[in-house]
């Protein structure tokens, strides 16, 4: 019976010694992990279709182009302690690379939802911060790594990241850069003279304003990456040191005498009370129940979200793009999302969570619908891309004053004949109409004409 106590004794102490802040490292961060980036690893910037750049821009680390060609403004900007890998076999592993690190960082469940939430202000522990459209910085954002070199920051971000001028990231208490993670769905873009900080990999691409100034990578998978006089410098990020603590009660456990069985009663093996941890670390009621709820949180935590976007398109009867216009999408009577079309009239609503929706056009005044103003469609795969909704639309009928009113007599005594001020037309068609009252106004006047002669 004795060895069973002391086995019980071993288990409640390792518990809590895995458990317990200060004992085998933080609870936070032990739910994210940092992914390889593997041979993307020595690039600044990895863009996808091309690289521009204006002014003097420094780049420490590799700068590399794949699937595109185009490297351009390289002179002025420079490249340090790297090279320009554009479309060769280097860049693109480390696109493929890049991929794989993406998807790493989508499978990682998250540990608080911030949607809606501007992260300027905010002082933010080791975990997986999750978007489900939009991420905004405006301000300071600090990462509080609380003493662990390997804490671990991932941010997921449903479609852009943008961070407004003079912005910052912020990282204290022994944190660094290579193990802040951005996973942002479409595109960043960092207002000026912003200070930012972890790697982003964008699907899309990555702008960065005059002056903005990046400690970590910008990895864009498949548009371009523009610099406008930036200092972008990739981390030589090493395998992070592990954290370790040494329990001071330890050897407590190792005499498998009499007294060490005493020491683990029964009392301590059923209630796991502070009497049992008496001779530990500040490993305290308190603390065992936040690590505990932490873990049993973690756990319940849904899989990761599985995403897909929408794209179309709005036109006129002639096919030229309308920008401007908003295009709802609905589920039942409620709008979950929308979006407006750009100039090119083209809309894209990313990040959208798998199930059923509506896509709807809003109408303006003084328009006419030339088709469907609805599409029932429905994302089921991750990923997926729905595509080729076009809603199209015309002028409605308006409207023509003529510039003057024609005015024909044909003798003193004859009363005027006067066409009418305005004639209804088809925008943009041809005036029908309007040539056909006029012919009717000639030949009565041609008739008027006539019977006055016929009385003389």
């Not at 756990?299 to 030229?320: E, F, L, M, Y």
Request: net charge neutral; proline share 4%.
């Amino acid at each position: 019976m004795w060895h069973v106590r002391l086995v019980s004794a071993a288990i409640i102490v390792g518990t809590l010694f895995l458990v317990s802040p200060g004992i085998g490292g933080a609870a936070t961060g032990l739910f994210q992990t940092a992914p390889s980036l593997g041979t993307a690893a020595s690039f600044a910037v990895l863009g996808g279709s091309t690289v521009t750049n204006t002014g003097s821009s420094v780049v420490t680390g590799d700068l590399g182009l794949s699937p595109g060609t185009s490297v351009t403004g390289f002179p002025p900007g420079s490249v340090v302690s790297g090279t320009i890998h554009a479309a060769d076999a280097l860049a693109s592993q480390a696109q493929d690379a890049v991929t794989t690190a993406y998807n790493s960082l989508g499978s990682q469940a998250c540990t608080s939802d911030l949607t809606g939430q501007n992260l300027g202000g905010l002082t933010l522990t080791p975990g997986v911060y999750c978007f489900s459209s939009s991420a905004q910085l405006t301000g300071a954002l600090t990462l509080n790594a609380q003493g662990n070199a390997a804490a671990v920051f991932i941010f997921k971000i449903g479609s852009t990241l943008t961070t407004a001028s003079g912005s910052s990231v912020l990282i204290t208490n022994s944190g660094s850069s290579c193990n802040v993670f951005w996973q942002v769905g479409s595109s960043a873009t960092l207002g000026t003279t912003t200070a930012f900080q972890g790697n982003i990999l964008a699907v899309t691409s990555i702008t960065l304003n005059n002056g903005a100034n990046v400690i970590g990578r910008t990895l864009a998978r498949g548009g371009a990456v523009t610099m406008d006089t930036n200092t972008i410098s990739a981390a030589a990020c090493g395998v992070p040191p592990a954290a370790t603590a040494t329990p001071t009660a330890t050897a407590t456990l190792i005499p498998a005498t009499a007294t060490a069985i005493t020491a683990a009663t029964a009392t301590a093996i059923t209630a796991a009370t502070a009497t049992a941890i008496a001779t530990l670390p500040p490993a305290t009621r308190t603390a065992v129940t936040a690590a505990t709820a932490t873990a049993v949180s973690a756990v319940q935590t849904p899989g990761p979200r599985c995403i897909g976007n929408i794209r179309g398109r709005k036109v006129d009867s002639a096919g030229v793009g309308l920008s401007g216009w908003t295009i709802e999408l609905r589920q039942g009577d409620q709008v979950v999302r929308s979006a407006v079309t750009d100039g090119n009239g083209n809309f894209d609503v990313l990040g959208l969570d798998m199930g059923a929706y509506a896509v709807r056009e809003v109408s303006q005044t003084g328009w006419t619908s030339h088709g469907p103003d609805r599409f029932d469609v429905r994302l089921g795969t991750c990923g997926e891309n729905l595509t080729g909704y076009t809603f199209v639309n015309a002028r409605a009928v308006e409207s023509v004053t003529a510039t003057a009113v024609a005015t024909v007599v044909a003798a003193t005594s004859t009363p005027a004949v006067r066409f009418p001020t305005s004639l209804p037309r088809t925008g943009g068609g041809f005036p029908g109409a309007a040539l056909f009252a006029l012919l009717l106004g000639g030949l009565a006047l041609i008739g008027s004409l006539a019977l006055r002669r016929i009385r003389e």
